[in-house]
C-alpha cells in the first residue's frame, strides 16, 4: 500500500527509557504509605523506523511516516511521548495508524496537521520512546529523532473534464498544462495525492533509470502492454503516475483515454518531472472515478480531521 518499499505493480491502473516514579522521601509520612516505583514495562521489542530522512526537503502534502516491525495495540504512550514543531512552534497534528503496505512492517503511524504544512518551515520531531509500552506484552525499542524541511508549496490542480492540470507554486500559477485522464472504463481517483516518487530504479543495475523512465505493464490481459515510460511522477500506490504520453497526443487535451494515469505532452511531462518534489499535493476532481482511499501511496488528505484524530486502526487516547 504504502510506497516507500514494495511497491504495487507499475500499472497505471485505476483502481528516554521507561522511568520510576519514587516517592520524595525514604519515609512515609504518618497514615500514608511511600509510592511504590512503577514497573518498568516489558516485553517482546518493536522496532520503531522512519520513512523520512534526516536533512531532506518535501512537499507541505508529505505525512510523517513511522514503521512499527510489530503490530501494536496501544498507542497511548507513543502519542504523549512524541512532539513535532513547525519553525519551533507546536504542530498541532495527529496520528492515524494503519496496516503497513511495507512486507517488512506490520503497521504504519502516519502523522499530519489538519492542513498542509506550511512551505519553507523546518519540522522535527523527537520520539523519546525506547522502553515505553506498545501494549500488553510489547515494549518499543527505539528512541528517534527527525529534522526535515518543506520546499515550495506546490499544489496541482487536475480537472479531468476539462482536461487541464494547474500548477502552483507558493499561490502563484506557473503553468497549465494539457492532460487526458483515465478513460471510463479505467477512470482516474479522484482526491488529493501526494507525490510518492519520481522514476525508478532499474532492478537489474540499483541505479535510477535515465530520464525519469518507468517500466510500465498492464495488469489486465484484455490490454496487455509493457513500456518504457518516461518523466513519470507516482502519486498513487497502485500504479496511477503523471507522466509523458509520446502515443496519445491526438486525445491529450481533448479526451480522457489513459489507464488511469495523468498523460502529459512529453515535454510538459519532462518540465512537471523537473518541478516536482516528492510530497507535492495533486489533487482530482471530475474524474468519472472512486476516491482514492488513505492507503494507496500517501492518500492521508482525503480522511477528514474529525476522522483523523480518532486515530485510525489504533483509536488515539492522546
Request: glycine share 14%; aromatic share 8%; net charge neutral.
Amino acid at each position: 500500500m504504502l510506497a516507500a518499499a514494495g511497491l504495487a505493480l507499475s500499472a497505471c491502473s485505476s483502481g528516554g527509557g521507561g522511568g520510576h516514579a519514587t516517592s520524595g522521601s525514604s519515609k512515609a509520612p504518618a497514615g500514608r504509605h511511600s509510592a511504590s516505583p512503577s514497573p518498568k514495562p516489558t516485553g517482546a521489542p518493536v522496532h520503531v523506523s522512519l520513512l523520512e530522512g534526516d536533512g531532506n526537503t518535501y512537499g507541505v502534502g508529505m505525512p510523517i511516516i513511522v514503521y512499527f516491525d510489530k503490530a501494536i495495540t496501544d498507542p497511548a504512550a507513543f502519542e504523549k511521548a512524541a512532539t513535532v514543531t513547525v519553525n519551533g512552534q507546536p504542530a498541532g497534528g495527529a496520528w492515524y495508524f494503519q496496516h503497513s503496505g511495507r512486507s517488512d512492517q506490520a503497521l504504519e503511524g502516519h502523522y499530519r496537521p489538519e492542513k498542509y504544512w506550511p512551505g519553507h518551515a523546518k519540522i522535527e520531531m523527537k520520539l523519546p520512546v525506547k522502553g515505553l509500552s506498545a501494549g500488553p506484552g510489547l515494549v518499543f525499542d527505539d528512541s528517534l529523532t527527525l529534522s526535515i524541511a518543506t520546499g515550495a508549496a506546490n499544489v496541482s490542480t487536475v480537472d479531468c473534464q476539462a482536461e487541464r492540470m494547474v500548477v502552483t507554486s507558493d499561490g502563484k500559477t506557473v503553468k497549465t498544462l494539457p492532460t487526458s485522464c483515465g478513460a471510463a472504463k479505467t477512470p482516474t481517483y479522484y482526491g488529493t495525492k501526494v507525490v510518492m516518487q519520481k522514476g525508478e530504479t532499474d532492478p537489474k543495475t540499483g541505479k535510477m533509470r535515465p530520464d525519469g523512465t518507468v517500466n510500465m505493464v498492464s495488469n489486465n490481459p484484455a490490454d496487455p502492454y509493457n513500456l518504457m515510460v518516461p518523466w513519470s511522477v507516482r502519486i498513487t500506490n497502485s500504479g496511477e503516475y503523471v507522466h509523458s504520453a509520446s502515443w496519445n497526443g491526438g486525445n491529450i487535451g481533448r479526451r480522457s483515454t489513459s489507464n488511469g494515469c495523468t498523460n502529459l505532452n512529453v515535454d510538459d511531462a519532462k518540465w512537471f518531472y523537473g518541478f516536482a518534489q516528492v510530497g507535492d499535493v495533486v489533487t482530482y476532481k471530475n474524474t468519472g472515478g472512486n476516491e482514492m482511499r488513505e492507503w494507496d501511496g500517501y492518500g492521508d488528505w482525503n480522511v477528514p480531521w474529525a476522522t483523523w484524530q480518532q486515530g485510525g486502526s489504533l483509536k488515539s487516547k492522546h
